[in-house]
Structures are given as C-alpha cells and as structure tokens.
C-alpha cells in the first residue's frame, strides 16, 4: 500500500511539473514579419524613438551613450525587452550594463524576470540584457506604481566601466516582444486617458525678442511715488489719532500757570 501511495504522488509530481512548465518558460520574443528596422535612438525622455512591439532594433552607439526608445502598451498585455551589446574589440575591464523601462508619468518600472543588469567581463564579444515587464492594468490606485495604459520609454546605458573604456564603439540590437495579451476584462476600472509623455513643454522662439520702448520722463517722475493702497490709508489714519491723542493728554495732565 506504501509503495502504491508513493507511485501516486510521484505520478501527481510529474504531472503537475509537466503542466508548470509551459506557462513559466516563455518563449523569447521574435521580430515580426515585413517589420520595418530602426537604426537609430533618442538621447533622452523627450527625443525618444518610437518603435512598436516585433520592431527590431539595430544602432551603432558608444560606451557611455544613453539610448532611448519608446512603445505603446494597453491593458492585459505583457512585454518582454532582449538587447545585445556587442564589442567589437576587447577592452580594458569589466563593465556593468542596465536597462531599464519607465511609464509615462517617468515612473520606474519593476521587471519580473530577465538580466536587467548584468556584469561583462573585458574579454567577452557581447552581453545581453532582460526584462519582463509585468501585466499592464486598466486602472491603479494614484499612490501605486501599477503599469498602466500609455506610453514607456526604454533606456539602454552602461554603470559601471573603467574610464578608458568611455567612448569605445558598439552595437546594439534591441526587440521589445509582447509574450501575452490578456485583456482587460478582469479588472472594474478603466483609465481616463493612456499616460503619454509631454513632450511639447515649450515653444521656441525663433524670432528675436523686441524691446520695450522706455517710459517718458514724465512718467519715470511718479516711479518714486509709492501706490496708494489700504496700508498707507490706515498709516496716516493712526498717525492722525495719534496726534489727537498726544494733545488731548497733554491738555488733561498739564498744570495750570499760577497768577
């Protein structure tokens, strides 16, 4: 009977190994068919370029450059971010890379699986970088950082490097995938609008600024002159009183003159 329990656990073991395992190991994301290649990156939030998930990525960058990317997500999905760096020639040290993902409002985003900041020692030709965002939900507590509909922005760079490293060139291939697309059926919440990313602060003045014309003496005349508000009012009110009183009370306490 003993052993017969014991075929049946390893039997219920097995089986539920055997179901785990598709849905832990995700498949690597791959390019989409007929995707148009990117060949170039933005230097910060506001000149990031824009790619779509199944995008490939491939620039020619520099050690100590920050490149930047960004794609659109929407509830229910999760996306998978792979990048190589790869060394055309050997350098000095090792060097540490990191990537990592921001929303829209330039929250920090967790990844739940992928080498977000490994380390490459000096003789290795490339190293390769990983992060799994998590679900993107239809709506979030304003306090939390929940992943939300809208905008994120990808930013490729290098920590840690010995300084005759800096500038020393590389390439970069970089795919955001999308592994599962959920929907947003399971929560009771819907966003207001998807968290975009200002990226028209300002305007630029492309004409010179005109002067203002200078004020005429007459007026420069009563510049001095303070403006009459209920502070100099009350002011010269009290000061008013106050004479009234000192004369009142030195009319009361004075001693008659003796004839």
Known sequence: ????????????????GAALVPAAAVAAPTPSPGATPVNRAGTSFLTATPISAGQPVRVDASIGD????????????VHEITATVTFPKERSGAS?????????????????????????????????????????RPWAEPWSADPLPGSYVIRLS?????????????????????????????????????????????TVLNAVPVAEPEADDADSLTD??????SRWVWTGVGGVLAAVAGVFGFAVTRRPRRR
């Open 224 to 229: 001095w002159l303070p403006d009459l508000g």
């Open 96 to 136: 540490t890379w990191t990537v990592d993902v921001f929303d829209g409002l330039r929250r920090r985003q967790a990844c739940t699986a992928g080498a977000q900041t490994p380390t490459v020692d000096a003789k290795a030709s490339s190293v390769t970088l990983g992060c799994t965002l998590r679900e993107v």
């Open 66 to 77: 920050h490149l930047y990317w960004a794609f659109s997500a929407t509830a229910g999905q």
């Open 158 to 202: 290098v920590t840690d490097l010995p300084e005759p490293d800096l500038g020393a060139p590389v390439d970069v291939d970089l795919l955001v995938g999308e592994v599962a697309d959920r929907g947003a059926s399971a929560d009771d919440g819907e966003l207001a609008a998807p968290l975009v990313p200002n990226t028209k602060a300002g």
């Open 1 to 16: 009977m003993r052993t017969a329990l014991f075929r049946s656990l390893a039997a219920l073991v097995a089986v539920g």
